[in-house]
């Protein structure tokens, strides 16, 4: 789960919020129905900007059917365990900064929903109140940090298979919480990480270095972390892991290859 770079809010959402902000304050109920589907202005951009994957499982996706995922969540919040407050953030419903692209496996149910778990000692925004203010999040926003410094893969062997499973990296509980609330380790997603590891890294590329001549070993190396970290490539955090396990820290200090820091992706 890498950083996000939505860019700048198309201009079409700033009209659309003003707008929505203006009908909905005037609403006695405000749930999901009553703010409607206007957010879904930017579905096209946000899609491109994320180069087409789901902000959360990094799985490529198409545009219709999934969705202008809400951060916080628009209608109702599940805050637990730091609040039981279960307002949802309607206020943010047209706000670029809450607006991601997500796949339907990572937001519907049994998955995230309008689960918006807070550490304990948060106080809840109050409405109309501009994030963060005294919340902390337990869900990682991908918009503003890097998963990849909370979630760490790791291989995890059964009789005949070798699984890539997500867990929380040095007992990160944003790592720990994301998993559990997008469902980052379900096991169709599980069979897909696989998938990847064996054919697009090891088959692509890995296979190469563990055979390469040590002259063009660095070559192999960069050729494949450009290729497999790209921002635009599926499962970028897994790829990290993968590559990370091969050649840990110190023999990457030996063979002087390079790897991105966790926090740059
Ligand atoms: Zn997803």
Same mark, same amino acid.
């Given at each position: 789960?890498?950083? /996000?770079?939505? &860019?700048?809010a198309p201009a079409s959402l700033e009209s659309t919020r003003v707008a929505e902000l203006s009908r909905v304050r005037g609403l006695a109920q405000r749930d999901s129905k009553a703010l409607g589907n206007q957010y879904r202005v930017v579905a096209?951009e946000l899609?491109?900007? @994320? $180069? $087409?994957?789901?902000?959360?499982? =990094?799985?490529?996706? @198409?545009? #219709?059917?999934?969705d202008v995922e809400h951060f916080r969540p628009k209608a109702r919040a ?8 279960t307002h949802g953030y309607w206020w943010l419903t047209w706000s670029w900064e809450n607006l ?7 937001? @519907?149910?049994?998955? #995230?929903?309008d @689960?918006?778990?807070?550490?304990? !000692?948060? *106080?809840?925004l109050t409405p109309e109140q501009s994030p963060? !203010? ?12 890097? &998963? /990849? +410094? ?5 291989? /995890?062997?059964?009789?005949? =298979?070798?699984?890539?499973?997500? $867990?929380?990296?040095? !007992?990160? *509980?944003? &790592? ?14 599980? =069979?897909?990480? %696989?998938?990847?590891?064996? =054919?697009? /890294? ?9 055979? +390469?001549?040590? *002259? %063009? ?29 091969? $050649? ?18």
């Amino acid at each position: 789960m890498i950083r /996000v770079d939505r &860019g700048a809010a198309p201009a079409s959402l700033e009209s659309t919020r003003v707008a929505e902000l203006s009908r909905v304050r005037g609403l006695a109920q405000r749930d999901s129905k009553a703010l409607g589907n206007q957010y879904r202005v930017v579905a096209d951009e946000l899609w491109r900007r @994320q $180069f $087409f994957k789901c902000a959360y499982c =990094e799985s490529c996706e @198409q545009l #219709k059917r999934n969705d202008v995922e809400h951060f916080r969540p628009k209608a109702r919040a599940d805050r637990r365990p730091g609040s039981s407050e279960t307002h949802g953030y309607w206020w943010l419903t047209w706000s670029w900064e809450n607006l991601l692209f997500a796949c339907r496996n990572c937001n @519907q149910s049994p998955a #995230k929903r309008d @689960q918006f778990p807070l550490a304990e !000692g948060s *106080a809840a925004l109050t409405p109309e109140q501009s994030p963060p !203010g005294l919340e902390q999040p337990l869900l990682i926003d991908p918009a503003t940090e890097s &998963g /990849v +410094a909370h979630i760490q893969f790791r291989p /995890v062997s059964s009789p005949g =298979e070798h699984r890539w499973k997500p $867990f929380p990296r040095n !007992g990160s *509980a944003k &790592g720990r919480a994301t998993i559990k609330v997008c469902k980052l380790d379900r096991d169709d997603l599980v =069979e897909l990480y %696989s998938r990847h590891v064996r =054919e697009d /890294v090891e088959r692509r590329h890995l296979a190469r270095i563990r055979q +390469a001549h040590p *002259a %063009s070993l660095r070559t192999l190396w960069d050729e494949a972390a450009r290729e497999l970290l790209a921002r635009t490539m599926p499962f970028v955090g897994l790829s990290y892991d993968v590559l990370d396990s091969v $050649f840990p820290p110190a023999e990457r200090e030996r063979l002087r290859l390079a790897l991105p820091a966790l926090d740059e992706l």
